[in-house]
């Protein structure tokens, strides 16, 4: 064989080695700093919770959060260490921008009144409404805590091949001025409450399942 076929040889063999290469060399769903991290495995109820139920709740189980967006949307992701799916009564919710005027301290704030920016996915119990999983989003500084423009959308939830999913709820960013390009969400929190706190029947009463320390600034792009 010639020079030539000899380098004509080694290129097409490595296209051929590129285009065969394993399912498991992939691009991660999950990117490399997310604008969370949790410790899996401590979905207990503890975390500003009612009631102390030390039960392991891996829909709730928070182990990874953050943001992406492109020009007409933004997206939350929540990596958790089950699928979550209705009759779990789970509700995932990143929230950012502390709210300047709330002066409670950290262990008050269960409510998106103690940051601007609310952004959450729900499944709720079998038989309630609506009887599906949605997506909600709120400004609190801008319509107040329980006013504005609720949307509710369908959340996908994506299973991985390790048994934990990785559950995103996607917005229209004509939602809230703070979601405009180069506007920076900060102080953002993933936490997972009882979708049905509110609900008497519901046991245990824990409205916080998993709560994550305040993680890294998302800047809208």
């Keep these: 064989m010639t020079r030539v076929g000899t380098v004509v040889g080694t290129v097409i063999g490595a296209m051929l080695l590129t285009l065969i290469a394993p399912a498991g060399a992939e691009r991660s769903p999950i990117p490399p700093r997310p604008n969370i991290t949790d410790i899996a495995g401590d979905a207990n109820g503890i975390h500003y919770s009612d009631v102390a139920t030390p ?4 829909e709730a189980d928070i182990i990874e959060a953050w943001f992406t967006n492109d020009h007409k949307t933004i ?43 609310f952004f959450s996915v729900v499944f709720r119990t ?21 006013g504005g423009p609720w949307f509710m959308g369908k959340p996908t939830v994506t299973q991985l091949g390790d048994g934990t999913a990785i559950v995103s709820g996607t917005f229209s960013r004509t939602l809230s001025p703070a979601l405009k390009t180069k506007r920076v969400i900060t102080g953002i929190r993933a936490r997972s409450w009882n979708a049905d706190w509110l609900n008497e ?11 994550a320390p305040p993680g890294r600034d998302y800047k809208v792009r």
């Excluded at 039960?55 to 891996?58: C, N």
């Excluded at 260490?81 to 919710?93: C, F, H, W, Y």
């Excluded at 709330?102 to 998106?112: G, K, L, P, Y």
């Excluded at 519901?202 to 409205?207: A, E, F, G, L, T």
């Design 55 to 58: 039960v392991q709740i891996p």
């Design 75 to 117: 997206t939350a992701h929540w990596h958790v260490s089950a699928a979550p799916e209705m009759g779990d009564s789970v509700q995932l919710v990143m929230d950012g921008n502390p709210d300047p005027n709330d002066d409670a301290t950290e262990v008050q704030r269960v409510s998106s009144k103690s940051r601007c920016l």
């Design 126 to 146: 079998v038989g309630t409404v609506p009887d599906k999983p949605y997506t909600a989003f709120i400004d609190g500084c801008l319509y107040g805590e329980l």
């Design 201 to 211: 029947q519901s046991r245990p009463m824990i409205r916080t399942l998993d709560a």
